[in-house]
């Protein structure tokens, strides 16, 4: 198995619900990582986890918060969001150590917020 | 180039001709680059990935090369097709940890 999936595939919420995502990998990597991408934008970093450990916030606003309850699993819970963080959210995951660091991307979760 | 507003560079080609994209970095210390294809509605695709100790890399119709001391990277498509029109990235990592920048994706039109 060498694919990262992600639930669910599309998803629109009001600034008052909470909901999550999920991420799932089963290629045995260590490292897994929340990005956040824009129309017409780059990927842009939100959290990186290690060995099921934190090792990564850039800054990110408390609405947003990441769980990686094993090495396999990867969710991001949302509470309050606003508008402008309707975005494509990817999952990624990548074996840990070195330079050799290719990422594995998840088609990513299309979020709209009302 | 440099993407302006909501607006990416764009690389139009014809069916059949040779690509290249071009990607600028300014992190000396970056160690390890990789190209991502993106297509519509998809998460980035793994193509190909090179190493500072290399200059040169060659994969299935796709060839990387890096000059390091001009800080630049190119992704050459060989016999461009249509499946080949995407966003391309290329990311670099900085041997900071595990992170990886983004440059700001050349998006590619492969007309018949």
């Known amino acids: 198995d060498t694919e990262v999936t992600q639930t669910p595939k599309h998803l629109v919420m009001g600034m008052t619900n909470k909901k999550s995502l999920k991420c799932e990998q089963h290629m045995g990597h260590r490292a897994m990582y929340w990005y956040k991408q824009k129309a017409k934008k780059p990927p842009e970093l939100m959290f990186v986890?290690?060995?099921?450990?934190?090792?990564i916030n850039e800054s990110v606003p408390s609405r947003f918060s990441p769980e990686c309850p094993n090495s396999s699993l990867l969710n991001l819970h949302l509470h309050a969001l606003q508008p402008e963080d309707s975005a494509l959210y990817l999952c990624a995951s990548s074996r840990l150590g070195g330079a050799d660091n290719e990422q594995f991307f998840g088609p990513g979760t299309r979020l709209t917020v009302l | 180039g440099e993407s302006v507003g909501l607006h990416l560079p764009t690389l139009s080609v014809q069916e059949g001709d040779n690509s290249i994209i071009n990607c600028a970095y300014s992190?000396?210390?970056?160690?390890?680059f990789i190209w991502y294809k993106q297509e519509s509605g998809k998460g980035p695709q793994f193509i190909i990935d090179?190493?500072?100790?290399?200059d040169k890399r060659q994969g299935q119709r796709v060839t990387v090369l890096l000059n390091k001391t001009v800080k630049h990277l190119s992704l050459q498509i060989a016999a461009t097709q249509p499946g080949d029109s995407a966003v391309y990235f290329c990311?670099?990592?900085?041997?900071?940890?595990?992170?990886?920048?983004f440059g700001k994706g050349t998006s590619l039109l492969v007309t018949p």
């Open positions: 986890y290690s060995y099921e450990k934190l090792s």
């Open positions: 990311a670099e990592n900085t041997g900071s940890g595990y992170a990886l920048n």
């Open positions: 090179i190493r500072s100790n290399m």
């Open positions: 992190n000396s210390a970056s160690d390890y």
